[in-house]
């Protein structure tokens, strides 16, 4: 269904306009809505200027009967036919103020009457899924088995092997989220400016040293020392990035189970061992900087042909044009950072970057020192970290399967802190002495709770994107800073203090949190990107097609400050 010419595929007209007014074999109900959804809306293009050989619109979005059950019915029937959606750049007048900056590192495979096919299509994401999501994932589940070994750790009498108190323990972890908090944005503008395939594999490479240095930990002071994918499609395959930490938590505890018979090995205690720098090392040629950038001495023949080349470049940029602003090595200047930094439509995603978390981190924290003070066996604890962790797997993929169908991030993001309330709530009311199997049981429904975030796709452009997401970790981290303070040892007199699970003050100050999130928070925030939405649509409608070309050609409003942004919420 598709003619060959000048190195690229596309459409013969006849044929492709009886595909576009058939729906040639795809159904209805069940095509992909996004992109072209948001272009039509946002940009306000005539329909007639979109071209008839381009993938029907979405008539009405997936229910979520159909995400998790019948997702076959959300698959086109013929696979030869187009799967271009359409976008900005079909539009002769908008259509080249969208157009990548002359520095984009794919700017030789963009070509907006490039068309490809739904069989072309699935055969590129899977080859992007194998070859590249699957070792991000593999990569992030290495660092987090070296980041998350503490609370294995304190299985296995961590803190009465270095003298620590309950509070030197909070003192360490306060530390570590603090480094983190400064390191954050630093890290991010390095990361701009090298590429992150070079700049993540460095930093594996350090954390692995670093964590293997703790062999040699021997009290409190040296433990206080020490582009490939569309946006409707990134939520699921971020899913599975995230739950990869969950089956590397999985993972670590088993390990664990057997790491920890070491103990007394050289006269050292079991916890500390060596981890992950073969996969650092490995990652250094596993993580192209693009698409079109995956050839290299040790891979002369590249990941990807050139007609692959062009379907990732051109779907992505019809998704979102914003991703062809700048070379994805290209530094930021002084002037963007701050800029970046001033943007105050972000304030409240920071805020609730600050608080969403701290409800649920103090129990994950103080899992496996409480069920150890409760009589559990270093071993037996370790095991009994596994349901929870296995129960968040598949609360967050239900959660982002749920997120596609539900068409709004404010109201999916407050599942976390509605999971947590009522388990708080039982961990308040539990007596002095509890059952160790009752506070066991709250605990690991509490932690099994689902996770969602929207940061980046309210950041607008590239470059205010590496800064706002650093921001927004820098308070993820302020907020890890707050939770490690939450459960005091003198803030229990109710209990042993070594049972610091079942803090009363503690827990009475998750549930007023949680409570704040969900009551004023989130829909604060929801109403705040509604109401700019409306406000920015009211301006944008009223303007004619010559004086919104005028202003795209002339703005020096940048991401999401433009009148053609829109806030999701």
Known sequence: MVNRTDGLYRTSGPKMSSISSKLEGVEEDNINKDSISKAISIHSVNSESFGKDLAPPVISP???????????????????????????????????HYHPRPGYENLHRFDPSARWTYREEKAVIRKVDLLIMLWAAISFSALNLDRGNLSQANTDNFLPDLNLSTDDFNLGNTLFRVSFLIAE????????????????????????????????????????TCHFYKKTELPLRLAYFWASSNICS????????????????????????LLTLVISIATFFMMPPSPTQTKAWFRPKGWFTEREEIIIVNRILRDDPTKGDMHNREGLSLKRLWQAALDYDLYPIYILGLMFGIPTSPPGTYLTLSLRNLGFSTFATNLLTIPSTIAGLFTLIGITLASEAVDSRSIVSMAEDVWALPCLIALYTLPANPNPWSYYSVATVLLSFPYVAWCSRNAGAVASRTVNASLYNMFVQASSVISNNVYVANDAPRCKVALIGINLKGNRNL?????????????????????????????????TVEEKSHYLATTKDLGNRRLDFRFAY
């Open 511 to 543: 549930i007023i949190i949680c409570c704040v999130n969900l009551f004023i928070l989130y829909p604060g925030t929801r109403t705040y990107y509604k109401w700019k939405n409306a406000r920015r649509d009211k301006i944008w409608n009223a303007m």
């Open 185 to 224: 944005l630093p890290s991010q503008l390095i990361s701009k400016r090298l590429g992150p395939d070079r700049w993540i594999p460095i930093q594996m490479c350090l954390w692995s040293v670093v964590t293997s240095a703790q062999f040699w930990l021997t009290g409190r002071a040296s433990f206080l």
């Open 62 to 96: 997936p229910t979520l009967t159909d995400l998790l059950f019948r997702r076959h019915k959300l698959k086109p029937l013929n696979l030869d036919a187009v799967a271009t959606e359409a976008s900005v750049y079909d539009d002769p007048i908008l259509g080249p």
């Open 250 to 273: 999985v993972v670590a505890s088993f390990l664990a189970f057997g790491i920890l018979h070491m103990r007394g090995v050289l006269g050292k205690a079991g916890w500390r061992g």
